[in-house]
């Protein structure tokens, strides 16, 4: 879905996902510094680069669904493109091979309805 070009419509479902995801990475490494994050395993920059990257994406799900409900509100081209890289980001950092893994690995534990607050 994220891999060339996210529709605006999909925009908010795609972010909420790709939030959710990314929290997990973050909860993951936090838990356990052995694991293996891009920057090698116990890197702090990790941590703080999927904290950051998962801010983004819930203020993007805010931004837009305030559009979504303004009259009469518009963002530009060029604003949306900065929206979707983020997006983008979060959708390759997913596909990476050591967050697959992770993934892979929390697949089968959902989150607590005290997890999700998008």
């Known amino acids: 879905m ?3 070009h996210v529709p605006h419509h999909r925009l908010i479902p795609e972010a909420i996902r790709l939030g959710l ?5 973050h909860r993951a490494l936090d838990a356990d510094p052995t ?5 090698g395993a116990g890197n702090e920059l990790d941590r703080v680069e999927l904290l950051r990257l998962g ?12 559009l ?11 604003a949306m493109d900065v929206l979707r890289a983020v997006v ?4 390759a950092l997913e596909r990476e091979p ?6 892979e ?9 005290g997890d999700v607050n998008v």
């Open 68 to 78: 979504g409900q303004t009259p009469n509100a518009y963002m530009n081209a060029e």
């Open 2 to 4: 994220t891999a060339t």
């Open 88 to 91: 983008q980001e979060a959708a």
């Open 105 to 113: 690995r929390a697949a089968g534990t959902p989150p607590s309805l």
């Open 55 to 66: 801010m983004q994406l819930y203020g993007i799900v805010e931004v837009l669904q305030l």
């Open 35 to 39: 694991l293996e994050g891009p920057n």
């Open 98 to 103: 050591w967050a697959a893994a992770i993934l």
């Open 21 to 25: 995801r990314v929290r997990v990475l």
